[in-house]
């Protein structure tokens, strides 16, 4: 998989590790792991039919309008989880400490106390593995930060063009 950041490979087969872990668990299509600006980080599992980096960006501005959905509702923390119920399939979001959001993808015949159990034991194995993440972040140049901006601008235009 392609990668816009420059993590280490053993940072990279733990990460790889834990999704591929919880997607065997839970039975579902697909995870993906992204930091909360929007860049994919990581995925495991079927990403056919959608595109996992535009997944990961939508994800993270839900993520972040939540977020001030909480402080306006007097939450002193974001809400960590939110679950979007959908036809054919659910889209379950975990936030990983302050950097990452683990996005869990899966039809609606799997339970979702599944998912979540899995999902919040996923995040826990991740959250040491922060520390390594960021200080990557930390080391990577300024310039992949404005060609995933323009690449995000692209996609978006992309997909909402069409309304």
Do not use: W
């Not at 390594?132 to 995933?148: I, K, M, N, R």
């Amino acid at each position: 998989m392609k990668r816009g950041l420059y993590l280490s490979a053993g940072l990279i087969d733990q990460m790889d590790r834990i999704l591929a872990e919880l997607r065997q668990k839970t039975r579902v299509n697909c995870v993906i792991l992204a930091d909360i600006s929007g860049q994919l980080v990581s995925a495991a599992g079927v990403t056919a039919g959608f595109d996992a980096q535009t997944v990961a960006a939508l994800t993270a501005s839900d993520m972040s309008a939540t977020a001030e959905l909480a402080r306006q509702l007097g939450e002193t923390k974001p809400f960590r989880l939110l679950f979007h119920e959908g036809e054919q399939r659910h889209l379950y979001l975990s936030d990983v400490g302050n950097s990452l959001i683990l996005i869990v993808i899966f039809e609606t015949n799997v339970p979702i106390g599944l998912v979540r159990v899995f999902t919040e034991r996923a995040a826990r194995e991740l959250l040491p593995l922060i520390d390594s993440y960021e200080t990557a972040l930390d080391h990577t140049p300024g310039v992949l930060h404005e060609a995933f901006d323009e690449a995000l601008s692209d996609e978006l235009d992309g997909v909402f063009g069409a309304f």
